[in-house]
């Protein structure tokens, strides 16, 4: 990708998780874009989050999934029950959308060593 367009792009991506965010009412203290091959998108348990920068040619509501998904484990570290009403909250369609590109893994880091307490998730 040319460096013009590669800026574009992320800042398209920061712009979109920044809104996500508000939205969402989590703070992420980083938003990074970069290379990523394996991952869409990590999250760290100080509050990054990762994007894939090639994530801007996936559809929009792929993007959108692969960014709520992070965002929300800023608020709940795992994939339970609560975790995945806020999905349905915030994203109706999410399991279709989530299939849509399963090539590559979203993760959370370092989710076993988290520092989240069990009752942060209420
Ligand atoms: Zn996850």
Request: charged content about 30%; glycine content about 2%.
């Given at each position: 990708?040319?460096?013009?367009?590669?800026?574009?792009?992320?800042?398209?991506?920061?712009?979109?998780?920044?809104?996500?965010?508000?939205?969402?009412?989590?703070?992420?203290?980083?938003?990074?874009?970069?290379?990523?091959?394996?991952?869409?998108?990590?999250?760290?348990?100080?509050?990054?989050?990762?994007?894939?920068?090639?994530?801007a040619?996936?559809?929009?509501a792929?993007?959108?999934?692969?960014?709520?998904?992070?965002?929300?484990?800023?608020?709940?570290?795992?994939?339970?029950?609560?975790?995945?009403?806020?999905?349905?909250?915030?994203?109706?369609?999410?399991?279709?959308?989530?299939?849509?590109?399963?090539?590559?893994?979203?993760?959370?880091?370092?989710?076993?060593?988290?520092?989240?307490?069990?009752?942060?998730?209420?």
């Open positions: 990708m040319k460096r013009k367009i590669l800026d574009d792009t992320r800042r398209m991506l920061k712009e979109k998780t920044r809104r996500w965010a508000e939205h969402i009412k989590v703070e992420p203290t980083q938003i990074r874009v970069q290379t990523m091959t394996r991952k869409w998108a990590s999250c760290s348990t100080t509050g990054w989050i990762s994007l894939a920068v090639d994530l040619d996936q559809p929009n792929f993007q959108d999934y692969v960014i709520v998904h992070e965002l929300l484990h800023l608020r709940v570290p795992n994939h339970g029950k609560l975790f995945k009403s806020l999905l349905t909250v915030y994203l109706p369609e999410w399991r279709a959308t989530a299939s849509i590109n399963e090539s590559r893994r979203i993760t959370c880091s370092d989710q076993r060593k988290s520092p989240f307490k069990v009752n942060s998730a209420q």
